[in-house]
């Protein structure tokens, strides 16, 4: 028994867990070394780095429990500045006698466990070096479970509190345990981060985060052993890393690397006191931010006296302004920031003394004071504005950029609250506007940051709300929603109902413009408060009762709330009611935008879209842009997780052709945020009142004042409420509104009085032409800083790791411009006279821009700064010295300059990486290296064989890399540039372009050298240096140039011009010679004769060639089988190669045999249409469909096909079933083009022997028929008839009086029936023969031509384009055509790199692509109406093909797919300029009645029959002018003729039939047709005239543009203008066809009859001849509503026979009624005054009465 308990004491011994928590004894010294080194650059060898490194001997002693002394010895900083490991660290000893002197005091700590509480230090010790005693410290932080040796928490460090893994391994045998500590640094409670400049920058909370830019984790190995006294530390070794990947690369990542170590050297039996130092307590081992958030991390500048080196920098800056050295500028710029932001108010002040009353230096101090943005600088500012010690745009600007950059806390917050209501703030309207959307913005970053948001600052904003609303103060409003906005804090939501008619009755008569600033107000407040947002736009959205626009604002809003399915399935769902087309249109086409988007942010809105638009009609996306869209532009790289995208806000109004809302968004993502750049809004109403003339008393008239009465006989018609004109346009920047302005009709007159009255009554006017006279001189420039975002975490050595992005721009300009006018200006001058003097000018301006952009990632510290900077540097500079001469009234215009005398660089780029190392003792000698130096070399296992067969005597290697195994066709650049860039890191590559006669030349000059042999990633690519430039150089002249001149004619004297710069002929000859001797001389300067000659005798070599070439075709079939013949005619038929590149020819022979074309298929087109089965039919049995794409431009094909229905077929096709496959369902791009032209104009038939030539190429084709072309049309010169339109004249003024220069001549004739336009280019120089010459004319009514040559005599280079209308897959379709038979290798360069990017922009665009054998050289687009509003498109390039059908138009076109283009007979110019027209007049209102059809505005049809005797209003301008009236009623003669009344002005129109001719009676007076046509002698113009079988009325300033009458028809057309103003049967001109039934009193009736009734005009019983009138009704019999017995009254009258009349014919209405109980006291009278306003409870179908008998009708004798 006793041995079983004694091994059971031993087991129990030994399997107990010894208390591994560290500690220190009392009465000891723990004697450590330490080292920490932090690096930072790329991994990859060879490349430079920057770093530091800090070792010290560190000494622990014990104080009393718990508390320690710890305490630095010899410390030692050293910087890293090189290639690592190769270069050695480098030691600055004063660096480190500063670190040393706050490193080497005592410092206390609490330590517990291996858990650290309070530190303490000497007071006044920098925090820096604080932070480096946490970083020591930190490495002993251990948290123990006695339990487990392996387990997971979030423990506290200098980092913050992050997850963190441990795993414990004890080794009994020597008494020691190893302890490994892994922390995540992307997965912490609590983390350490300071972030600066990202206030507008929203991360998405809801994104899957699967990569992160920025990833660290930290690694911990403790070594320990077990003493007496506890467990002792031994070593701890470290290494953290954080990854950032700017571009999210895996492969492209910049690193910081951290490493610690902590060695127990010696143990002393010893113990510390700190009785008489006086320690102050620094917090815990959380790391704490110190002045690097002052300092910035680009410079290092030494603090010393703020003010005199505020006064340095200042004096440095104004001195290189004035000596136009301003490169610099950006760089002193952020250094006069950055001490700006430590200055104190009283040097803030001095400084103002000093040089406020200096514009150069007060400039650059405000500028730097307002981008300091600390409380202090801001309180500066804030003073400076209230004692009205700045200009009024001083303080414009200030408000404006100072207030959204400051800092936002209590005393700013408080600062402005007070400076709103100031008197100077509120006597300046201006001010007053910004200074309150700076205040919003101000508590919205307040709130962004702060745990609460109290009410009281918002008080101010709310109070401005609630005083407008109680002055009707529509600006007021305004002001305050956007204010509110602006904040967007959902405290306010209350206040912005009170704006919103649907929740508050008073809002009713608020302007429109208020509703949608009061939604727009809802957006910020939506991303703090979605679901209370959602539920109130969702009531705007649905409420039919708001206008549209209200309603597509709310729908905008909706969107950005991120709905999820529920809410956009039940969006669509109201979508399925909706009676606005317009929002409808909106929404629809919102949802496929959001629908087609990648972006991860918005992954579930596009999800739930998809969803959405399933339930929703495709005709709702078919709709024309009279209706309002969503345009949407942009892309999204996954790769990089970045991407951008404008959006374009439509919004249309019924009530107008114009637009009423245009808002265009650019929105940016990286890395799951999204940014608002910038937002750009346009509202309009009313606009068409300004746009028409105004001056026309309508009101005078009597047609306004008969409107008005028979207004009343009516039921229930209203004019249109008066719209005040008005633009109101607001700006915002990163989600913010800046600034909103209003321009009402007020403003407007004001500005056209201003500019056509004398200049004496306006003192504005008056000051710029004063000012002009006198000149303008003066030097501006303007420092902007455009960004500053910093991103700080700490490192586990307790330095700041920091990435932040600085950009500032430079706005520099010189000017001295003179300005003489002849005659001179006088008192009395009026703005408009400036187009009939002539105007002198002398400019001397020089306007240059600097940007300079810095990203930085590495240590910043007040003592020194390491890490890696990318800068980017930009500067455009153009010079322009010029004299210009403009007489608008003689159309001439001369500009001179001086030539280039020496080499300036326009534009200039540069960007390099470097790594950096400063120290504050050594600020002068900063260490900078290249990352990428010059002798950075590629590994061994990276270097390409290079063959001694294939090196040529340089030693540049011409072998390609297998990366280049690419078709050459999407492939760029020659091959000696792709090796240079692959191997050999560098290129530097020269373009130069050369104008000799000018004596200049343009050079792009491009240099790179990159990291991308190392790695090929977009990060290696901006590692090293670059360089673009564009510079202008001179060119060496056998002459000097004075002067450049340009001068430009139009008119009668451009020919006269020509001839007098080559002929130096005088002033006064130019009246007295003939017109054909001018057009003589003119002929002979331009050479026109040998262009001509040299044409005609390239014609005819051609002509030649053919010969000869057909000879040798008939020769080789007579030697060839049928067989033979056949295959090599079929193989022939499928060759694409051209005759006029046989290089190509045999290439393009073998192509053919591919098996396969590749194809590339794009997502699919939301919302296109499949044509149905019995169009696919059709169009199989076409004879337009071909098989091959080659053989479609076969013109010898066609020859050969003849006028057959079966189509000639010559392809081969891999098998069967897909060739049967194909032919079922073909491609558009296999259908054949018929052109018209050839149809109507065939070719002269040739003998049947040279039928064989169709085995030519198309391009020989097309040669002949451009030769034909040639032949027929091109020896014609206008100049022959004509005199030129338009002389330009570029040429320079040498000191040899020589010529040298070009000169263009301009020649049209667009009045004869084959239209034309020829130009003409030459060079002024007598020794050349260099011509440029283009011609362009339209054949026929089917197609048009043109050409454009160079060269010798115009003869070297040729471009051909061809327009023909025809016949494409039995659709109308228009061809163009373009072929370059030879072009300049230059061209052909530019081309194929412009040919790179096709497919790509084809895919996004939502085309269809595929490879194929086209002919080469030459270009086809084929574009084919399959409706009014969609078309199929198919473009062939040389090797590629892409195509895309149902297209949709952005306007409707006015043809009918069904009829053949060779129908349409119009003369050549016609039809060129019919389309145009038609497409105008298409979008006017028009409307017809023939016989019972009526037609209205909306393109409704209905059939009516009307009753006898009553006048029914056809159409009338509803609006407040009252412009016009159309009646109509059956005439007397016949019921199946009409007759009409219209009234205009004092006009009364009458039309009707009589004895079957038309009669016309004016004021009651019969007006014979002999005397038309009539002519009115009123304000506006009123023409009547004879057309066709009847006559047309036509008045334009009425809003009638064409009225036709002939008894039958009648047809109405009016203005555009008149959108959404008429009213009548014709209905309203809206575009709302789903409203298409509308009463007078606005309600929708249910049938087309009762809604003809409702526009009836009653007459009273005995006066006239109608005895119909509209009546309430009800119900006779009792109804069962509700189970309840009701009676029912109409909500609409009904049309009945007057008292003592009764029907003899009635027609079936649709009507609603509104029920009551039966027992209800309310008489039908009583009822009748409002059943209008009444609910619809039941519908029921009644008699209306349409033919009454009045025998009992009694009236008075």
């Known amino acids: 028994m006793r041995r079983i308990i004694l091994t059971l004491m031993f087991t129990f011994v030994g399997s107990q867990k010894y208390d591994i928590a560290p500690g220190f004894s009392n009465s000891k010294t723990y004697l450590y070394s330490y080292e920490g080194l932090i690096l930072h650059g790329l991994q990859d060898r060879g490349l430079a780095r920057a770093g530091l490194r800090l070792t010290c001997k560190v000494e622990i002693s014990g104080l009393s429990h718990n508390y320690h002394m710890l305490k630095i010895l010899s410390p030692q900083l050293d910087e890293y500045n090189g290639i690592w490991p190769r270069d050695p660290f480098t030691r600055s000893s004063k660096l480190i006698l500063t670190i040393a002197s706050c490193l080497t005091r005592l410092f206390k700590f609490e330590y517990n466990r291996g858990q650290f509480g309070n530190i303490y230090a000497p007071k006044e010790t920098p925090v820096t070096c604080v932070n480096l005693v946490r970083g020591i410290l930190n490495m002993l932080q251990i948290t123990v479970k006695k339990s487990q040796n392996a387990y997971d928490l979030q423990e506290a460090g200098i980092g913050g509190v992050c997850h963190t893994r441990y795993i414990i391994q004890e080794d009994r045998k020597s008494n020691r345990v190893t302890v490994f500590k892994t922390k995540d640094l992307n997965n912490c409670q609590d983390k350490v981060v300071k972030n600066i400049g990202m206030a507008y920058i929203r991360p998405c909370a809801t994104c899957p985060l699967k990569e992160k830019i920025i990833k660290g984790t930290t690694a911990f190995t403790y070594k320990m052993k077990y003493t007496n006294a506890g467990t002792l530390i031994t070593q701890a070794v470290s290494q953290q890393v954080y990854q950032i990947s700017p571009f999210s690369e895996p492969a492209g990542v910049a690193v910081m690397e951290a490493r610690q170590e902590l060695t127990l050297n010696d143990i002393r039996n010893s113990q510390a006191s700190t009785s008489e130092i006086q320690l102050q307590n620094y917090g815990s081992l959380r790391y704490h931010f110190a002045r690097e958030l002052l300092q910035m991390p680009i410079h290092l500048i030494k603090m010393k006296n703020p003010e005199s080196q505020i006064v340095e920098i200042l004096q440095q800056l104004i001195q290189r302004d004035q000596q136009g050295y301003n490169r610099e500028a950006p760089v002193k710029f952020l250094e006069l920031i950055q001490l700006c932001r430590v200055a104190t108010p009283e040097n803030l002040e001095s400084l103002w003394k000093q040089f406020a009353d200096k514009p150069q230096y007060r400039r650059w101090l405000l500028s730097a004071i307002c981008a300091a943005g600390t409380t202090e600088t801001f309180m500066f500012l804030k003073q400076k504005i209230h004692n009205e010690d700045m200009s009024y745009l001083e303080s414009a600007l200030t408000i404006a950029l100072a207030f959204h950059l400051s800092k936002a806390d209590d005393h700013t917050l408080q600062a402005v609250a007070d400076l709103v209501t100031s008197f100077r703030i509120q006597r300046a309207p201006m001010l007053r506007k910004l200074a309150y959307l700076a205040y919003g913005s101000m508590i919205n970053r307040y709130c962004s940051i702060s745990s609460s948001c109290p ?125 606005s087309l317009q929002v409808a249109s909106f929404t629809y086409s919102h949802m496929k935008v959001l629908a087609i988007n990648r972006i991860p942010q918005l992954y579930n809105v596009s999800a739930a879209c998809n969803i959405a638009l399933k339930l929703l009609s495709p005709r709702l996306d078919r709709l024309s842009y009279r209706y309002s869209k969503v345009i949407h532009v942009g892309g999204y790289y996954p790769e990089y997780r970045a991407g951008a995208i404008g959006r374009i806000y439509l919004m249309n109004s019924p009530s107008s052709m114009l637009p009423s809302a245009i808002i265009m968004k650019l929105r940016g993502y990286y890395a799951n945020t999204a940014t608002d750049f910038i937002e750009v809004a346009l509202q309009s109403q009313g606009l068409t009142e300004l746009i028409r003339k105004q001056n026309i008393p309508f009101a005078e008239y009597d047609t306004y004042k008969k409107l008005k009465v028979l207004g009343k006989t009516v039921l229930g018609w209203k004019e249109l409420p008066p719209e005040n004109p008005l633009i109101s346009a607001y700006v915002k920047v990163f989600g913010h509104e800046l600034a909103f302005a209003d321009i009402n009709k007020e403003l407007i007159q004001q500005t056209v009085k201003a500019l056509t009255e004398s200049s004496d009554r306006h003192m504005l006017v008056k000051k710029v032409i004063n000012q002009i006279q006198r000149g303008i001189a003066g030097q501006w420039t303007q420092a902007i800083l455009a960004g500053e975002v910093r991103h700080i975490v700490p490192t586990c050595v307790g330095l700041p790791l920091e990435l932040s992005l600085y950009s500032t721009g430079l706005i520099h300009a010189m000017a001295s411009v003179g300005v003489n006018m002849s005659p001179s200006l006088s008192g009395t001058f009026k703005p408009l006279q400036f187009f009939d003097a002539n105007v002198q000018l002398h400019a001397d301006i020089n306007p240059s821009i600097y940007t300079h952009t810095v990203a930085m990632m590495g240590i910043n510290t007040q003592y020194f700064q390491s890490g890696l900077e990318f800068h980017a540097k930009f500067r455009a500079n153009i010079p322009m010295k010029f004299y210009a001469r403009i007489n608008i009234k003689d159309k001439n215009l001369k500009f001179e300059t001086t030539p280039c005398h020496q080499e300036t660089e326009l534009v200039t780029a540069r960007t390099k990486v470097y790594a950096i190392s400063r120290n504050v003792e050594e600020i002068t000698s900063a260490k900078r290296l290249l990352v990428l130096p010059e002798e950075a070399v590629l590994d061994v296992s990276e270097q390409r064989f290079k063959s001694a067969e294939r090196t040529s005597r340089n030693g540049a290697t011409t072998q390609r890399t297998a990366s280049d195994g690419m078709s050459e066709k999407y492939s760029y650049g020659s091959e000696e540039e792709f090796h240079c860039r692959a191997g050999g890191r560098s290129y530097a590559l020269v373009f130069c372009s050369k104008l000799h006669s000018l004596g200049c030349q343009t050079c792009l000059n491009l240099q790179l050298r990159d990291a991308a042999f190392l790695k090929d990633t977009f990060l290696h690519r901006l590692v090293g240096e670059g360089e673009i430039k564009l510079v202008l150089k001179p060119v060496r002249r056998d002459a000097a140039i004075d002067k450049i001149q340009l001068e430009i004619q139009a008119g009668s004297r451009a020919a006269f011009r020509i001839i007098q710069l080559v002929t130096l002929v005088s002033e006064e000859d130019d009246d007295s010679t003939p017109d054909d001797v001018v057009q003589t001389k003119l002929k002979k300067i331009l050479g026109i004769e040998s262009i001509f000659k040299a044409a005609n005798r390239s014609a005819h070599q051609h002509l030649k060639k053919q010969a000869a070439k057909k000879d040798k075709i008939k020769i080789a079939e007579i030697r060839t089988d049928p067989a033979t013949k056949y295959q090599s005619s079929s193989s022939s038929s499928l060759s694409s190669s051209s005759s006029s590149s046989s290089s190509s020819s045999v290439d393009d022979k073998y192509r053919n045999t591919d098996m396969k074309d590749k194809t590339w298929q794009p997502r699919q087109r939301e919302g296109s249409s499949r044509r149905d089965s019995s169009s696919s039919s059709s169009s199989d049995s076409s004879n337009s469909r071909s098989c091959s794409s080659s053989e479609e431009d076969h013109a010898a094909n066609k020859e050969q096909q003849g006028k057959s229905d079966k189509p000639v077929r010559s392809c081969s096709s891999s098998s069967d079933s897909e060739y049967s496959k194909q032919q079922a369902d073909p491609e558009i791009y296999q259908y054949r083009f018929m052109s018209a032209h050839r149809e109507q104009y065939p070719r002269k038939k040739v003998p049947s022997s040279s039928s064989s030539s169709s085995s030519s190429s198309s391009s020989s084709s097309e040669s002949s028929d451009e030769g034909s072309y040639t032949a027929s049309a091109q020896p014609k010169f206008l100049g022959d008839s004509k005199p030129p339109i338009l002389a330009v004249i570029l040429h320079a003024i040498r000191n040899d009086r020589k010529l040298a220069g070009f000169q263009l001549v301009m020649y049209t004739d667009l009045h004869s029936t084959t239209p034309r336009i020829q130009v003409f280019v030459s060079n002024i120089s007598e020794s050349s023969k260099w011509k440029l010459c283009a011609d362009a004319s339209i054949v026929n009514s089917y197609k048009a031509v043109g050409y454009l040559k160079w060269g010798q005599d115009c003869q070297d280079y040729r471009i051909v384009g061809k327009v023909v209308t025809g016949q494409f897959a039995d659709y109308p379709a228009t061809q163009i055509k373009l072929e370059w038979p030879k072009v300049p290798s230059r061209i052909k360069i530019a081309a194929r790199w412009f040919y790179t990017f096709v497919p790509g922009v084809a895919y996004m665009f939502g085309f269809s692509q595929r490879e194929q054998n086209n002919p080469s050289q030459q270009a086809t687009l084929v574009v084919a109406l399959t409706s009014p509003r969609t078309c199929d498109v198919a473009l062939k390039l040389p090797d590629l093909t892409i195509y895309g059908r149902d297209i949709s138009l952005p306007l409707p076109l006015p043809l009918d797919p069904r009829i053949s283009t060779s129908v349409l007979q119009y003369p050549a110019w016609n039809f060129f300029t019919k389309i145009p027209s038609s497409v105008i007049d298409s979008l006017k209102g028009h409307c017809s009645v023939s016989q019972n059809m009526i037609t209205t505005f909306n393109e ?72 038309l046509p009539y002519t009115s002698n009123s304000d506006a113009y009123i023409l009547i005239s004879s057309e066709k079988d009847g006559l047309s009325v036509k008045a334009p300033e009425y809003g009638i543009d064409k009225l036709y009458y002939d008894g039958h028809t009648l047809k109405i057309q ?144």
């Open 455 to 579: 009410n009281t600052i918002l008080q101010p904003l709310h109070d401005l709300a609630a005083e407008a609303i109680s002055k009707n103060h529509e600006d007021d409003m305004a002001l305050a929603l956007k204010a509110i906005g602006n904040a967007g804090e959902p405290a306010s939501i209350k206040r912005i109902l009170k704006f919103l008619p649907i929740f508050s009755p008073a809002a009713m008569a608020f302007p429109v413009r208020i509703y949608t600033d009061a939604v727009l107000a809802l957006r910020k407040i939506a991303r703090k408060d979605p679901s209370k947002v959602q539920e109130i736009l969702l009531q705007i959205f649905v409420d039919h009762s708001l206008t549209p626009t209200v309603r597509m604002m709310a729908c905008v809003v909706i969107f950005e709330t991120k709905p999820a399915l529920p809410l956009v399935t039940t969006m669509a769902n109201a979508l399925l009611k909706e009676s």
């Open 1500 to 1571: 409704v049809e209905f059939n009516y029959s009307m009753p006898a005797n009553c006048y029914h209003v056809l159409a009338q301008d509803c609006s407040p002018e009252l412009k016009f009236l159309v009646m109509m009623k059956k005439a007397e003669e016949s019921a199946h003729l009409k007759a009409i009344n219209i009234k205009l002005a004092s006009h009364e129109i009458d039309m009707y039939p009589s004895n079957g001719l038309i009669q016309l009676m004016i004021n009651g007076v019969q007006t014979p047709a002999e005397i």
């Open 1614 to 1757: 009016v203005g555009f203008w008149m959108a959404g103003k008429t009213c009548g049967i014709c209905g309203k001109y809206d575009g709302e066809s789903k409203q298409k039934y509308q009463m007078p009193s606005g309600y929708v009736t249910k049938d087309a009859v009762s809604f003809a009734h409702s526009w009836i005009l009653s007459e009273e019983p005995c006066a006239g001849a109608c005895k119909l009138q509209r009546t309430f009704i009800k119900i006779e019999k009792p109804v069962g509503f509700e189970n309840v017995a009701s009676k029912c009254y109409s909500v609409e009258p009904v049309l009945r026979c007057v008292k003592g009349c009764s029907a003899t014919r009635t027609a079936p209405v649709f009507v609603g009624f509104h029920c009551v109980p039966a027992d209800s006291t309310a008489s039908f009278d009583e009822e009748q005054i409002r059943l209008d306003q009444k609910s619809e409870d039941l519908e029921n179908t009644v008699d209306a009465h349409t033919v009454c008998s009045c025998e009992q009708l009694k009236c008075a004798a």
